[in-house]
Nanobody
Framework: QVQLVESGGGLVQAGGSLRLSCAAS????????MGWFRQTPGKEREFVAA????????YYADSVKGRFTISRDNAKNTVYLQMNSLKPEDTAVYYC????????????????WGQGTQVTVST
């Protein structure tokens, strides 16, 4: 079983920055793609960014491209999401997830999820 634990959320003013972390443990070799998703009340969970453990290829939603950066530390089994120039519309619960094989942007294709961390961006 794979366990994912997110940290780093909080309250920040618009224009500020936060860095989220996702520490993976357990059968991490079962997951190649690591993704970040976010969800607000009443809305579906949406893709934010993803990275592959194998070669570090990265993928971003258009809404965060140029502002967010995903990275990984293979030695620590940890994935990061550096979020800069935050906007109020970035407010959400952020989740990390992992799946075997290639990156997808569909939440239901990821079998393993963390508990989520709240990010709130104030005006």
């Amino acid at each position: 079983q794979v366990q994912l634990v997110e940290s780093g959320g909080g309250l920040v003013q618009a224009g500020g920055s936060l860095r989220l972390s996702c520490a993976a443990s357990g059968r991490t070799t079962g997951g190649n793609a690591m993704g970040w998703f976010r969800q607000t009340p009443g809305k579906e969970r949406e893709f934010v960014a993803a990275i592959t453990w194998s070669d570090g290829s990265t993928y971003y939603a258009d809404s965060v491209k140029g502002r967010f950066t995903i990275s990984r530390d293979n030695a620590k089994n940890t994935v990061y999401l550096q979020m800069n120039s935050l906007k109020p519309e970035d407010t959400a619960v952020y989740y990390c997830a992992t799946r075997p094989g290639v990156v997808t942007t569909t939440p239901t294709s990821y079998p393993y999820w963390g508990q989520g961390t709240q990010v709130t961006v104030s005006t």
